[in-house]
């Protein structure tokens, strides 16, 4: 399950890089409508939501093995 789950993050962190040079790209053009800018931003927040739900995903592991390693450290003074 958790190895499926990395691949699904993995790719949606990658289309959200593609997104970006995409948005980079119309963003340079003089050309942009502002009904390809409306759909630009639709990806755009579809990508970032994606991402910090990865984030949030990831970071609650971290956050647990970084409790850990606290209360191994606060341990560790309070032997001293």
Known sequence: MSRK??????????MGVQLLAHARALLDEDKATSGGLRFLARRLVEALTDALRVVE????????????????????????
Request: hydrophobic share 30%.
């Open 5 to 14: 789950a990395d691949e699904v993050e993995a790719l949606q962190l990658a």
């Open 57 to 80: 995903s990831r970071g609650g592991r971290l956050l647990v093995r970084g409790e850990q390693g606290a209360d191994e450290r606060n341990r560790a003074d309070q032997r001293r």
